[in-house]
């Protein structure tokens, strides 16, 4: 079962990932635990991994004018995954472009 959702490659994220070069984030589904998190990204990125952070947070609420009127969209949860890797182990997100 596939618990990572993306990689995180936001402003944010990248200025960790300069300060800490072996630190990645990636958005997870929320019922994902630290070991199941761990595994999927050693098999899919053949790294392999020291530690696992994860935070949860919510989404923002969606709207949208159309014709029938506003309509409001649900919250909905999610979950960050930080994962350090050990020393000399990286991942290239923008290998496939």
């Not at 596939?2 to 994220?13: G, N, Q, R, W």
């Not at 990204?41 to 053949?46: D, F, G, I, R």
């Not at 991994?49 to 919250?75: C, F, H, I, P, W």
């Amino acid at each position: 079962m596939a618990f990572i959702i993306k990689p995180l490659v936001t402003e944010k994220m990248t200025k960790i990932t300069d300060k800490f070069p072996n630190r990645y984030g990636f958005i997870v589904k929320p019922e994902a635990n630290k070991l199941e998190i761990k595994s999927e990204v050693e098999s899919l990125y053949n790294v392999t991994v020291e530690d696992v952070n994860t935070m949860r947070y919510s989404g923002k609420r969606s709207s949208r004018y159309t014709k029938a009127g506003l309509v409001r969209g649900q919250k909905a949860a999610f979950k960050k995954a930080i994962v350090t890797l050990k020393e000399g182990d990286t991942i290239d997100f923008y290998s496939n472009i």
